[in-house]
């Protein structure tokens, strides 16, 4: 008899989600997890507070509204730490409250501590007083995520030179950055320090960033980075980063020199294992620390599951929620149905992107025909009441039985308008049902419409072409 039938290793999103799934279907559950870290990074130190750090500097300098109020339109003049970790610290608390509260009333038992194997059903669990309790389990879910990854090249010291963790507890907003490494945490966190009016350089050794993104979207961002002051060095290679008092001198591969106040380094993300002990349960992670599953989530030992960024791509909160809780189910023997192939991405940057299904690369790669339809903010009423005359919204539609292949968003609201598409595209829908629909006016998901008869007036242009042709 163990003591639990489901323990979780981690209360990140995919750790909660497997816990609170398991205790539904009425099994015995625990969940382990560090003192201070309830929630995960997700909570503490990843995805909702650089969020809300996002909410917080929009707020604070008005930069929403400038295309109303004029260039010079801020909220607060001076705009300190404090002002920005005061909402994030808010929202942080909430929300382990609430995963407390669901946790508690799923009575899934949690054990603060450090977790290893001890063997395939055993778990040892190191308090902060450095007590081991051993506890077994017929079923172990691994939910312990990633932390950013540190080159050993690099002298990080938490204050000049830092990575995406320390980046929320700097105790000043600094008059310029360094931002190594132009992927999501990069960028996110350039934009948002672009817009306190840091004065931001992003290197890249690849030569675009966002490589998974739409080229024209990027190329939009880009923009507006721009016009926030970014500079970007793509094709560029970090020599050395030499601390010289209180600023920092990052030296290229190319001989260029850029003094900065900060140096943050996003060089992507290692899977927490390293503490796990795996090898004890017989398993093992691959040099980033990532450990492999099959469809159901299992690993290489049948009753060990792993889910959430420690499995690698796509390695979003969302997804990892999914893996959480199919993974659960499969645990318990219940029927799963497995994870849907439209996951939605969204990048807080600012101004954000989300998208959903294919690019115009991929379907040009793939040869797929295809038309393109866009519809702009600054052509909607809510888009001018607003005061965001960038944004904008591509479908991309079948040319062939006009079927919805891919949305591109970017602007405001982009991480809740792809939902729409998201949605259509799950049912099989076409763009004559966008162009049928009747949308709340004046409102941004109008755009679907716009976009939508876009696409339709040119595929009507080529069908009559086609027509006389014959």
Do not use: W
Not at 31 to 44: A, D, P, S, T, W
Not at 76 to 88: N, S, Y
């Amino acid at each position: 008899m163990t003591d639990f039938d489901v323990l979780v290793l981690g209360s990140g999103p995919g750790g909660q989600k497997a816990a609170i799934a398991a205790a539904k279907l009425g099994r015995r559950v625990a969940i382990v997890e560090k003192r201070h870290m309830l929630g995960g990074v997700c909570i503490n130190t990843g995805t909702i507070p650089s969020k809300t750090l996002r909410e917080a500097v929009l707020y604070l300098t008005g930069l929403n509204q400038r295309e109303l109020y004029g260039a010079s339109y801020r909220v607060k003049e001076e705009i300190t730490v404090a002002d920005l970790g005061m909402r994030t610290q808010h929202v942080i608390g909430r929300e382990i409250q609430v995963i407390r509260s669901q946790l508690g009333r799923n009575r899934v038992t949690v054990l603060q501590g450090t977790g290893r194997f001890l063997d395939a059903h055993t778990i040892g669990i190191t308090s902060e007083e450095d007590e081991e309790r051993k506890v077994t389990a017929e079923k172990i879910i691994i939910a312990t995520g990633t932390s950013p990854a540190r080159p050993d090249s690099v002298d990080f010291d938490d204050r000049t030179i830092i990575d995406s963790d320390a980046i929320l507890h700097l105790d000043r907003v600094p008059e310029t950055l360094v931002v190594v490494g132009a992927g999501v945490i990069g960028i996110e966190y350039a934009s948002m320090f672009a817009a306190l009016g840091t004065k931001v350089t992003v290197v890249e050794r690849r030569e675009r960033m966002l490589e998974f993104c739409d080229l024209e979207i990027v190329e939009a961002l880009k923009y507006h980075l721009r016009d926030l002051a970014v500079t970007f060095r793509f094709g560029e290679n970090v020599a050395a980063v030499e601390r010289r008092g209180s600023v920092a001198l990052t030296i290229l591969e190319s001989g260029k020199k850029i003094p900065a106040d900060c140096v943050m380094y996003s060089a992507g993300r290692q899977g927490k294992t390293a503490e796990l002990c795996l090898e004890a349960a017989g398993l093992e992670a691959d040099t980033r620390g990532r450990i492999t599953v099959d469809a159901n989530y299992a690993t290489t030992v049948p009753h060990i599951y792993a889910v959430g960024d420690v499995i690698g791509f796509p390695a979003l909160a969302a997804t990892s929620m999914e893996q959480g809780r199919l993974a659960a189910q499969h645990a318990c023997g219940e029927p799963v149905e497995g994870l849907g192939d439209l996951p939605p991405i969204g990048i807080y940057t600012i101004p954000e992107i989300s998208f959903v299904g294919k690019s115009e690369d991929d379907l040009t790669r793939d040869k797929i025909p295809f038309e393109v339809g866009i519809s702009r903010y600054r052509e909607l009423a809510r888009g001018q009441i607003i005061g965001d005359s960038y944004g904008m919204l591509k479908l991309l539609v079948s040319s062939e039985d006009r079927r919805l292949l891919g949305v591109h968003v970017f602007g405001t609201g982009a991480t809740e308008l792809v939902h729409i598409g998201q949605t259509v595209m799950g049912c099989g829908g076409t763009v004559d049902y966008l162009v049928n629909a009747v949308f709340n006016y004046p409102t941004l998901a109008e755009s679907y419409k716009v976009a939508a008869l876009d696409a339709m007036n040119k595929m009507r242009v080529i069908a009559r072409l086609t027509a006389e042709q014959s």
